[in-house]
């Protein structure tokens, strides 16, 4: 790769300034690397923060923040190494990288809180120990359990702001300008990161989540904005229906509708009852009381054979995708779930809806809506789900499936990815 086409690289991401990052990657370039093997490095580096981010001290803190820089760095040079013309695979490797790499730096911080006593509250640092007695202390529930739940808060946020960018594409406005916003501040693997190294040795990782969903849900609202200004008007909708993720029956189902129904309106209704359930609390529902939110989200089935050309239809991955994240959590944390296991059942979910979301608009438009077979969709994972909180075995049942979906994408990715040959049935 040429200086010519790291400065021009440099510009379509719209950054005026990136001088440590277009020095690693032109000196990655003369060494042969890929882009895909320069977002690993910084994959490596946001591990290894994580594993010290568990860690409280001075020394712990300092060597995150380096790590934490390096993996930004390395993140940012891989962008630039790749460019606008890189094909599907180069990009998800990118995209799974950087989104892993983030993950991971969430459950270190939230890993923080349970390894140790002093840190049990998440308000730690200068700033975060004039928060105690504030409503800030008990927000997501008090101690160690209320941190991982607000890690898994910004863990959903994250994923929902991902697949809206991902969707939004399909938008006339935005069918151009989606490659500047991955490169853009606020894209996984990007200056969040910064902002996490400096907020986590100052506040705390209570004040650290709640300012990560904050700015996720600023970012989301400005998307919407967006999008409502561009429809999708001259854009292309075909494969937004490869990145609803919908499952066997969900797709069995629709099939009968035969695209009649438009997705939003079945899908808000079941969103809406399991949103209210799942603030009341899963807890406090017995027996199959526990499936009422699956069921009211089965209305989403009927709507998987439209074609989401409707101006707001491009919501309907994200909405869909909102209501699983938002079970799956108040399940785990509601039946006795170990809250890492949960966390990293919600991560797998959501690195393999993104998967399919860049296998759709990576591949043509398939003739037909298609189901994820291997990995349930979205509707069998909650079915499963609500079918061992009803008979209580959810504890043994979540760390069981969370281990599938990770060794899952670990084959796809090495089989799959890694061959080119990714394959649209799931």
Do not use: K
């Not at 849900?217 to 904005?225: E, F, I, K, N, W």
């Not at 101006?311 to 699983?324: C, H, I, K, N, Y």
């Not at 979205?378 to 959810?394: C, E, K, N, Q, S």
């Amino acid at each position: 790769m040429t200086a010519e086409e790291l400065a021009a690289n440099q510009r379509a991401a719209g950054l005026v300034t990136d001088p440590v990052a277009r020095d690693v990657a032109r000196w990655a370039a003369s060494r042969q690397m890929t882009p895909v093997t320069m977002a690993a490095i910084g994959l490596g580096f946001g591990v290894i923060a994580a594993g010290w981010l568990t860690a409280v001290g001075m020394r712990a803190e300092t060597i995150a923040f380096i790590a934490l820089l390096a993996a930004f760095v390395a993140g940012r040079a891989a962008r630039l190494m790749g460019g606008s013309g890189i094909d599907a695979a180069t990009d998800w490797g990118m995209a799974a990288c950087a989104v892993c790499a983030e993950l991971a730096v969430y459950a270190g911080i939230a890993g923080s809180a349970s390894a140790s006593a002093s840190a049990a509250s998440g308000l730690t640092g200068p700033a975060g120990s004039q928060l105690h007695g504030t409503f800030l202390a008990g927000f997501g529930g008090p101690g160690a359990q209320g941190v991982w739940r607000l890690g898994a808060a910004a863990a959903i946020t994250l994923g929902l702001l991902e697949m809206t960018a991902i969707c939004l594409a399909a938008t006339r406005a935005e069918a151009e300008g989606q490659r500047r916003f991955h490169a853009s501040a606020w894209a996984p693997g990007g200056a969040r990161l910064v902002l996490i190294a400096a907020a986590v040795p100052l506040a705390g990782a209570r004040a650290a989540f709640l300012l990560l969903i904050a700015l996720g849900a600023v970012s989301v609202g400005a998307m919407l904005v967006r999008g409502r200004a561009a429809g999708l008007a001259g854009g292309d909708s075909r494969w937004l229906t490869g990145c609803r993720g919908d499952g066997p029956l969900a797709v069995w189902t629709g099939r009968f509708v035969g695209g009649r129904l438009p997705p939003l309106p079945p899908l808000l209704v079941g969103l809406l009852v399991t949103g209210m359930l799942a603030a009341l609390g899963l807890r406090n529902l017995s027996g199959i009381l526990v499936l009422t939110p699956v069921e009211a989200m089965m209305l989403a089935w009927l709507a998987s054979w439209h074609p989401h050309d409707g101006p707001r239809d491009w919501l309907a991955p994200s909405l869909v995708q909102a209501g699983e994240y938002l079970y799956l959590a108040a399940a785990g944390f509601a039946g006795r779930v170990q809250a890492p296991v949960t966390f990293a059942l919600l991560a797998a979910v959501m690195l393999r809806h993104q998967e399919l979301a860049y296998r759709a608009r990576g591949s043509p438009a398939p003739p037909r809506p298609f189901a994820d077979l291997r990995g349930l969709g979205w509707d069998g994972r909650m079915m499963v789900a609500g079918i061992a909180a009803a008979t209580g075995i959810l504890p043994a049942v979540y760390p069981l499936l969370a281990v599938y979906m990770w060794a899952l994408l670990a084959f796809e990715f090495t089989v799959g990815w890694s061959g080119g040959h990714a394959a649209v049935d799931g």
